[in-house]
């Protein structure tokens, strides 16, 4: 089963995927799809407000956050990691609970990052706003390193965040029942 949908002016064919035995979700995967990540990136820069840099969560946001980076002209942009590396310095980190992977996980920020961010305008990038747990993780790391959030963005606003009035997106998904039908659109 698959769910067909129009993003950022492209068809795309999402598999469905259980979550639950009553709860199915879309899968939206940007990696390797070039000319969507491209076409969301464009469309995306026309609804975030000004700002000094922006940041996504390791790892389905980083084609996007890189694209719109360069798109936009900026050098540098900021990218929470699902694990500390040996080269980061006074790491911040946080703990996520996504509603695409089965365990706890837990970002982590560089010191260096935390202090390009600090006093800064920053913008929040993801590629699926969901149940909001990542999106709040990083809204976290941003305060904790001293940023002023200007603006979170998604590609897609998934179930009940379509509902939210912080977040700016491009396309609704639905969550779907065992047999493919949307339950709410």
Same mark, same amino acid.
């Given at each position: 089963?698959?769910?067909?949908?129009?993003?950022?002016?492209?068809?795309? /064919?999402? !598999?469905?995927?259980?979550?639950?035995?009553?709860? $199915?979700?879309? @899968?939206?995967?940007?990696?390797?799809?070039?000319?969507?990540?491209?076409?969301?990136?464009?469309?995306?820069?026309?609804?975030?407000?000004? /700002?000094?840099?922006?940041?996504? *969560?390791? #790892?389905?946001?980083?084609?996007?956050? $890189?694209?719109?980076?360069?798109?936009?002209?900026?050098?540098?942009?900021?990218?929470?990691?699902?694990?500390?590396?040996? $080269?980061? &310095?006074?790491?911040? #980190?946080? &703990?996520?609970?996504?509603?695409?992977?089965?365990?706890? &996980?837990?970002?982590?920020?560089?010191?260096? =990052?935390?202090? *390009?961010? +600090?006093?800064? +305008?920053?913008?929040?990038?993801?590629?699926?706003? #969901?149940?909001?747990? #990542?999106?709040?993780?990083?809204?976290?790391?941003?305060? @904790?390193?001293?940023?002023?959030?200007?603006?979170?963005?998604?590609?897609?606003?998934?179930? =009940?965040?379509?509902?939210?009035?912080?977040?700016?997106?491009?396309? $609704?998904?639905?969550?779907?029942?065992?047999?493919?039908? !949307?339950? =709410?659109?």
């Amino acid at each position: 089963m698959d769910y067909t949908m129009t993003i950022a002016g492209l068809e795309r /064919h999402l !598999p469905l995927c259980k979550l639950t035995d009553d709860l $199915y979700i879309g @899968a939206f995967v940007i990696f390797g799809d070039v000319e969507l990540t491209k076409a969301c990136a464009t469309e995306l820069l026309k609804k975030i407000p000004e /700002h000094d840099i922006m940041i996504t *969560a390791e #790892s389905k946001g980083i084609p996007l956050l $890189y694209e719109m980076a360069r798109q936009n002209g900026e050098n540098k942009y900021i990218l929470a990691r699902k694990g500390a590396k040996l $080269y980061m &310095q006074n790491v911040f #980190s946080v &703990q996520v609970n996504s509603i695409t992977t089965a365990k706890t &996980q837990t970002l982590y920020l560089d010191g260096a =990052d935390a202090e *390009a961010m +600090r006093g800064k +305008r920053v913008v929040i990038v993801d590629d699926v706003i #969901s149940t909001g747990e #990542s999106l709040r993780a990083l809204e976290e790391l941003v305060t @904790a390193a001293g940023g002023n959030i200007v603006g979170k963005t998604a590609i897609l606003a998934e179930g =009940d965040a379509k509902d939210r009035t912080d977040i700016q997106y491009l396309e $609704y998904l639905p969550l779907f029942r065992p047999d493919g039908t !949307p339950i =709410d659109q």
